[in-house]
């Protein structure tokens, strides 16, 4: 028999259902964050430009100066089940090697939720949870990925775990998309794997392009050895759906600054705090 699925408990009522998602219009968002502009306000500007209403890009290079990052950590009382570490802001800014954020709205402005690998100065690879208005870039930074018309990640408050997190939702009046991707965020406490699955079964998608960030409660991996820092921030490398599978690569950081790396094993890696995903079936480019 296999074990029971690792969970934590949160301050607030459990709800009765475990994600949200919505269909999007999808398009194929290019975007220059100019130097001096804050990843927060670049980003907020490339979606409006676009037309879209929320989305997911990558950054697979450029130098952030300032730089301002957070790490998971427990929490200081019983208001919420994990917490944040203080602020960092390394001196001389840091060079990104990779991060990925989901660009929604909060209270009717640009919000963006961004986790990141990066190199400081002394060459230190570091991995966390970056703040997109507190981190500027210091030369043009590209980032890329795919927009989302009709679907939204909206800032709410969340009474089960007591944070103010995205839901996916679909914008009231707009059209069903034609050329669809599908925005979900998760709740905790269930695999991530067989949840994305779950989700795709019911909404007839069986091959598709997994993109997002999120939390888990410890980590097993395919090949490596396990985390077991019960509060993360992570950052899906590659993720894929394949036959109706998910098969997600990861970084993930721990509460300690370790930075773990690899395929997580279906089954076994239950969701923290949240997930935010966008899905994009194959068959067309993103």
Not at 246 to 261: H, R
């Amino acid at each position: 028999m296999a074990a029971p699925l690792r969970s934590i408990a949160h301050p607030g009522p459990v709800a009765s259902r475990r994600h949200s998602r919505a269909f999007g219009e999808r398009t194929a968002l290019d975007v220059t964050i100019e130097p001096g502009e804050s990843i927060e306000a670049g980003l907020g500007r490339g979606l409006a430009e676009a037309g879209c209403h929320s989305g997911y890009v990558e950054i697979h290079a450029g130098r952030l100066d300032p730089f301002r990052f957070v790490m998971p950590a427990g929490s200081p009382g019983e208001s919420h089940a994990a917490w944040y570490s203080q602020t960092h802001a390394p001196e001389g800014g840091v060079t990104v090697e990779r991060a990925g954020a989901i660009v929604g709205t909060r209270d009717g402005a640009p919000f963006v939720h961004c986790h990141g690998l990066w190199h400081s100065c002394d060459r230190e690879r570091r991995m966390g949870h970056m703040l997109p208005p507190d981190c500027l870039a210091a030369e043009p930074i590209r980032a890329v990925g795919t927009g989302l018309s009709g679907a939204v990640f909206a800032s709410r408050d969340d009474a089960e775990t007591n944070f103010r997190l995205f839901a996916a939702e679909a914008v009231e009046g707009w059209p069903p998309a034609a050329n669809s991707a599908l925005a979900v965020t998760l709740r905790p406490n269930q695999d991530v794997c067989h949840a994305i699955e779950a989700i795709c079964r019911d909404v007839a998608i069986t091959r598709a392009r997994i993109h997002g960030i999120g939390s888990l409660n410890g980590a097993r991996f395919e090949d490596g050895p396990p985390m077991a820092s019960y509060a993360s921030e992570l950052l899906i490398r590659e993720g894929r759906l394949e036959g109706g599978k998910a098969s997600l690569d990861v970084a993930v950081v721990a509460m300690d600054g370790t930075i773990f790396e690899g395929r997580l094993v279906r089954g076994d890696n239950p969701v923290c705090v949240t997930f935010e995903l966008v899905i994009v079936p194959d068959g067309e480019p993103d």
